[in-house]
């Protein structure tokens, strides 16, 4: 990171303790560095490139081990089958859905938008309890650039010292094609990324006819795989940490949703202040007699945030969560002979006041409306009808009178088949005496996932009528079983007198 550079005493802010105020005891903290910029920036705005080292320890082999899995889950997804339907689609071309194998359609729209309630109400529930844990964890920006194409970046480039000595020599033939070499294996993985995202629109059948077929027939679909290429590479090996902290609006969100009881990765200020490099021979007592802390300013934890900020200046808009700063710590307190936690998984209250860690009266009530709006979900797929029937009289058509006297009405029918099975249909009248016929096939059966557009013919007796208008009911069935219910409307005569009532 560049050397702050001095300002006016009045842009400075003394941090002080207990102790009288001596040049000695007193340290000057420039607040206006994390306060008015970010830390990828310097102060006319220009990228400040970061080379943060490569992290290490007890947390980061437990984030590695939780991202191989999502990885894994991520690229599998789009060819992995639950009864035959892709684990997730989401087919915005076609209007086709498939989520955990269950088809959707846009049908179901309150099924999505719930879902997307039930996302979000997670995300605030998860913020209040863990604060930014989702961003370091599980984003797949972050589990992309930190455990994917930052770990290429190590194997070629080598470690920060060794990226910023490349950075700052001279275009050699040797910097060159290590240049074009990384670039490539990031485009590459660019293209990988990009080919799955595109799997999950368009399915991964249609995904190897576009690979594997004449380019000249998928030109809409090639132009899209060369896009998303093109997108990610530049997130990955241009944009990076800018798209936390410049998209995003997670970060800037998260202040309204914490608060002193929300678990953050957090640097103890009682323990750790004031900071000052240790010396040799020092020991923990003569520090504390000289009212230092055991902070001794190694600056790990800065050297290993992919955002650059100091963690110790408090929580920050920057800050992810991704505990790599907690391992650099720990590491130095075990070689100083000092107990690790100086920064660590902490809420404010603990911190400050020493308070456990407690289940808030907000964190109940943030629960509450996430676990009805599951119950609200789960009632919706569970109490969902395996096929979704529109029955709809054709528009501008006039019923037609039969010679037996009949009257009858042609209508538009369309069936969605959102079970694992074919579904042979069957449509009866359920409220009137009549008959109703589908056009086109005697049998007709509903393909898995698909949908069936026919035409129908329903003959109503004139007696049955009600008027201009008469309220059908009708059923459809599948080998006897009822599975759906459907009303709408049938046209008859102006003239025709009201059937009296009984």
């Not at 087919?91 to 729209?109: A, H, K, M, T, Y």
């Not at 999505?112 to 109400?121: D, G, N, R, T, Y």
């Not at 750790?272 to 934890?301: N, Y």
């Amino acid at each position: 990171m560049n050397t702050p550079q001095e300002k006016p005493t009045a842009n400075r802010r003394i941090v002080d303790s207990s102790e009288p105020a001596q040049s000695s005891n007193r340290q000057e903290v420039d607040w206006r560095d994390f306060r008015d910029h970010i830390a990828t920036a310097d102060q006319d705005g220009r990228r400040r490139w970061l080379y943060p080292k490569a992290p290490s320890g007890a947390w980061h082999r437990r984030r590695a081990g939780f991202a191989a899995f999502l990885l894994i889950l991520m690229f599998a997804g789009p060819w992995i089958r639950i009864q035959g339907n892709p684990l997730l689609l989401f087919n915005v071309v076609e209007r086709r859905f498939s989520i955990l194998g269950q088809i959707f359609w846009p049908q179901d729209s309150a099924v999505f938008a719930v879902a997307m309630l039930v996302f979000i109400s997670g995300i605030v529930v998860f913020t209040v309890a863990f604060g930014r844990l989702w961003c370091g964890w599980a984003c797949p920006q972050t589990v992309m650039m930190e455990m994917v194409f930052r770990k290429v970046e190590y194997l070629i480039d080598g470690d920060s010292a060794a990226q910023r000595a490349l950075a700052a020599a001279p275009w050699t033939v040797s910097k060159t094609a290590r240049r074009l070499f990384k670039h490539a294996v990031f485009f590459g993985l660019s293209f990988l990324v990009g080919n799955t995202l595109l799997a999950y629109i368009i399915g991964s059948e249609q995904l190897l006819a576009v690979q594997f077929d004449d380019p000249r027939r998928h030109w809409v679909g090639l132009t899209f795989m060369t896009l998303f290429s093109l997108l990610f590479y530049g997130i990955f090996a241009r944009f990076r940490e800018q798209a936390c902290t410049f998209i995003c609006p997670y970060g800037r969100f998260q202040s309204a949703l914490l608060d002193e009881n929300s678990l953050v990765v957090a640097y103890d200020r009682r323990r750790g202040e004031k900071r000052a490099p240790l010396h040799r021979g020092q020991g923990a007592q003569s520090r504390l007699a000289a009212g230092l802390g055991d902070c001794v300013e190694c600056r790990q934890c800065v050297t290993v945030c992919p955002t650059g900020i100091d963690i110790r200046d408090g929580t920050q808009m920057e800050c992810v969560n991704c505990t790599a700063c907690i391992d650099a710590c720990d590491s130095i307190m075990h070689k100083v002979g000092r107990p690790t936690g100086l920064i660590r998984f902490a809420s404010q209250n603990n911190l400050e006041r020493g308070e456990p860690q407690r289940f808030t009266r907000r964190m109940a009530m943030y629960s509450v409306v996430l676990a009805a709006l599951i119950g609200v979900f789960l009632w919706l797929v569970l109490s969902r009808s395996p096929v979704e029937t529109t029955f709809l009289r054709v528009s501008g058509t006039l019923h037609q009178t039969l010679p037996d006297g009949r009257i009858r009405n042609l209508f538009s029918v369309k069936m969605i088949n959102k079970s694992h099975d074919p579904l042979p249909i069957e449509v009866r009248l359920e409220n009137l005496p009549g008959t109703v016929r589908l056009m086109g096939s005697t049998h007709p059966v509903v393909p898995v996932g698909e949908y069936l557009q026919t035409s129908a013919l329903v003959d109503l007796d004139p007696t049955q009528l009600t008027g201009s208008t008469t309220e059908l009911k009708l059923g459809v069935y599948s080998q006897g079983q009822l599975l759906e219910r459907v009303v709408t409307q049938f046209s008859g005569p102006r003239s025709q007198s009201p059937k009296p009532t009984p």
